[in-house]
């Protein structure tokens, strides 16, 4: 204590000894969490309120930067591509129909229906007939990932001016997001950035333009009101109460346009220091002639070109030739380069090495690598299949059954119809490293009981009926023209022969 508070304390010990608690506490509250001091060292954070007025203010400019090197920077593009091929992949989210009755068993009958319906469905999903359901998902999540939301309007029934491209009558508009204005509200219908809500937060109705405002000659678009139960909203969304998606690469935008103006920086300063051979080097200026011989007579121009075992045999008193070091190609870029790298991989939820293309390392740190990044993989195909894959099968399978394609049998035990869209939605399974050491691994644990075969197959991203299917159809096709089995050696596989039941039983011991 200080002399004045010394003197408080003895005149007014009440006084004081408020004094002497105040000043204790708000000592403890500063110090509490280094973290919150700011100097000049340390700037202060920004927060700009609410999950909504964050995306109000950078939403759009993200979006438009993210797009920018989505089209022009080869390591955003790269990063998008491995997103999309490790969560859609190539053949889009596996669907495996598990209709179940009231028992919760699944329903063989209704599964024959409805594997080549979803296929023939599969064929042309969207109303404009170019992308069949693997490209329209992959589309669908790259939009989301980059954009932070897409959205898509299910059309079903009889729609004016549209042919359903099946015969599921259930087709699917793809909407971007520029579509549903960020800067449209109404406090009085709880309207904001386009979309409104009723009291507890949840969509109602969407406002979307007409047209798209980046169309050529749409200067005031008009806006339309759609119905939320007609809209899917697929959003990345990192606050509770967040109406608007942010791009998933809003993290790493600074550092990407960095590193890409970094390495053309070092990749012109590569190109000019490839095009430099050689410098005349002028020595003492007490011998250098300054172009002209003993006579004052200007000497003939010189030309120098590079070839490999030259001699420069013309040199004048005074000149040697050096070559120029510029210190390039640079031998600190990779490192560098890398080390940016594993922070970009990071935030846009991608492995270090399908970013950069650098696959060292052994089988173990692989396989680590391999086995962590995918639970990030897994988080986000989940939001796909969440937002996008299971609506989208749930409302084909239901206007099927209302359009009369799929008849519920009769059983008797009845069809559960709210668990006639049940069905397993599997994304791209973990590539083998190994395929050898990991299908033994598999083999063993079918054979301990660990894992059943449809789980592996499930697994290795194919359907059971489906592999059952075709290795029977497979396996009688080899029968048929005598082709021997893996496990028969040389000898044709045999065809099984029909049971036989003796007339006899005493037949059985006879042959016994």
């Not at 700037?43 to 995306?55: C, Y």
């Not at 549209?162 to 520029?178: A, N, Q, R, V």
Request: charged fraction near 25%.
């Amino acid at each position: 204590m200080n002399l004045v508070d010394r003197a408080i304390l003895a005149l007014a010990p009440g006084w004081g000894l408020r004094r002497a608690r105040a000043r204790v506490q708000a000592s403890a509250m500063h110090s509490a969490y280094d973290a919150a001091e700011r100097n000049r060292l340390r700037r202060a954070a920004r927060d700009f309120g609410s999950g909504t007025s964050a995306t109000m203010l950078s939403a759009a400019q993200i979006r438009t930067q993210a797009r920018h090197l989505d089209r022009n920077h080869d390591i955003a593009i790269g990063g998008l591509n491995v997103l999309v091929q490790n969560i859609v992949g190539p053949a889009g989210i596996g669907v495996e129909p598990q209709p179940r009755d009231e028992n919760g068993d699944i329903v063989e009958e209704l599964v024959d229906q409805i594997v080549p319906l979803y296929r023939d469905w599969s064929r042309r999903p969207e109303v404009t007939w170019r992308h069949d359901r693997p490209s329209m998902e992959r589309l669908l999540a790259r939009t989301m990932f980059r954009d932070g939301e897409v959205l898509f309007q299910d059309l079903v029934g009889p729609v004016a001016y549209l042919e359903h491209g099946t015969s599921i009558p259930y087709s699917i508009e793809m909407i971007e997001p520029d579509l549903l204005p960020l800067d449209l509200f109404d406090q009085q219908r709880n309207i904001m950035q386009g979309v409104e809500c009723n009291a507890w937060g949840r969509p109602t109705a969407y406002w979307f333009y007409k047209q798209h405002p980046g169309d050529p000659f749409v200067a005031m678009p008009e806006t339309k009101r759609v119905p939320a139960d007609l809209i899917r909203h697929a959003t990345i969304i990192e606050r509770i109460g967040q109406r608007r998606g942010v791009s998933l690469l809003a993290s790493v935008l600074t550092r990407l346009d960095d590193l890409k103006d970094y390495e053309e920086s070092e990749r012109i300063a590569a190109k000019i220091a490839a095009c430099m051979a050689a410098v005349i080097v002028k020595g003492d200026p007490g011998t250098y002639s300054g172009g002209v011989d003993s006579e004052g007579n200007p000497l003939p121009a010189r030309h120098m070109q590079m070839q490999p075992g030259m001699i420069f045999d013309n040199l004048r008193p005074g000149e040697s030739v050096s070559t120029i070091d510029t210190k390039r190609p640079n031998a600190g870029l990779e490192p560098y380069r890398n080390g940016q790298l594993r922070a970009v991989a990071s935030g846009m939820r991608v492995s270090f090495s399908s970013l950069s293309k650098n696959y060292n390392g052994t089988y173990s740190s692989q396989r680590q690598e391999l086995v962590e990044q995918y639970g990030a993989y897994g988080v986000l195909a989940y939001e796909v299949i969440s937002q996008i894959s299971r609506p989208m099968y749930e409302r084909a399978i239901f206007a099927a059954v209302a359009s009369g394609k799929i008849k519920i049998p009769r059983r008797k035990v009845p069809v559960n119809i709210d668990a006639i869209a049940d069905a397993l939605h599997l994304p791209p399974q973990m590539p083998w490293i190994d395929p050898e050491r990991e299908a033994n691994a598999m083999a063993t644990m079918e054979e301990h009981a660990y894992m059943s075969g449809p789980e592996i197959i499930r697994r290795r991203g194919a359907n059971p009926r489906d592999v059952l299917d075709q290795q029977s159809a497979w396996l009688a096709r080899k029968r048929e023209w005598g082709i021997p089995n893996a496990s028969a050696g040389s000898q044709p596989a045999p065809t099984a022969p029909a049971a036989q039941v003796p007339a006899d039983p005493t037949e059985l011991e006879t042959e016994a």
